[in-house]
């Protein structure tokens, strides 16, 4: 008569209990989330027309300037401040840009000014918050500017980021800022520190040229595609 062969069990033991695995997950959130921040800001730098490893190196810089405020000057115990990451960084930017001639200097002007009244007109000051303006007004503004002055031009990215970017500083916080007695609405009779870039690299100048130059990329892009489709059209036409 025939048994079958026992073999003895094998027990799984987990090197982690279920509350540490959920844990490990939760702490990786934010570590994606960061990778994501990276890579995104890394290529929108790219297609405006930075090199790879300017890049990478404006987009660290951001990343640590955000928990950067330099004071500058005080008014009614108020102390206005300037944000690296959120202000210095974006204005970096531009400046390589333009100094590059990755840019015209004529639509990038023109792209400043428009999204500065935009923004300028869409943005509150809020007593002890801040200036607040719907976070979609500023990109879409942008990559607009970007592509009406270049005409879906190889430069509308780099245009849209720093009409987004310069735009969105110049409107939403510096002409508030000069506005007589926005200051003391903000601070709300409190001593405060203002922060120009506020937020820092999460703040709305900083990510405003970044989704700027997606939307103007692959807006143009494809309105060059378009043009190009319809003159072959054409050229088979006149065959």
């Given at each position: 008569m025939m048994t079958p062969a026992s073999f003895p069990a094998i027990a799984f033991v987990p090197f982690f209990s279920t509350d540490m695995i959920i844990m490990l997950g939760l702490l990786m959130v934010p570590v994606l989330l960061l990778y994501l921040y990276i890579v995104v800001s890394e290529e929108a730098f790219e297609l405006a027309g930075l090199k790879a490893w300017a890049a990478l190196l404006m987009t660290l810089g951001a990343l640590a300037g955000s928990f950067i405020d330099?004071?500058?000057?005080?008014?009614?115990?108020?102390?206005?401040?300037?944000n690296a990451g959120g202000c210095l960084i974006p204005l970096m930017i531009s400046a390589e840009l333009l100094a590059r001639d990755r840019v015209e200097k004529g639509p990038a002007i023109l792209a400043i000014l428009l999204v500065a009244a935009i923004s300028y007109y869409f943005s509150v000051p809020t007593p002890e918050t801040g200036i607040l303006m719907p976070f979609y007004i500023a990109p879409l503004a942008g990559a607009f500017a970007g592509i009406l002055f270049t005409r879906a031009g190889i430069a509308a990215a780099g245009t849209a980021y720093i009409g987004g970017a310069m735009g969105t500083l110049l409107g939403a916080d510096i002409f508030h800022l000069l506005t007589p007695g926005t200051v003391a609405h903000i601070a709300g009779g409190k001593a405060a520190v203002l922060s120009i870039g506020g937020a820092g690299v999460f703040d709305g100048i900083f990510?405003?040229?970044?989704?700027?130059?997606?939307?103007?990329?692959?807006?143009?892009?494809?309105?060059?595609?378009?043009?190009?489709?319809?003159?072959?059209?054409?050229?088979?036409?006149d065959k």
């Open positions: 330099i004071p500058f000057m005080t008014i009614d115990g108020v102390t206005l401040a300037v990510l405003t040229g970044i989704f700027a130059v997606f939307l103007a990329a692959v807006v143009a892009h494809r309105i060059r595609n378009n043009e190009a489709d319809g003159n072959k059209a054409h050229l088979g036409r």
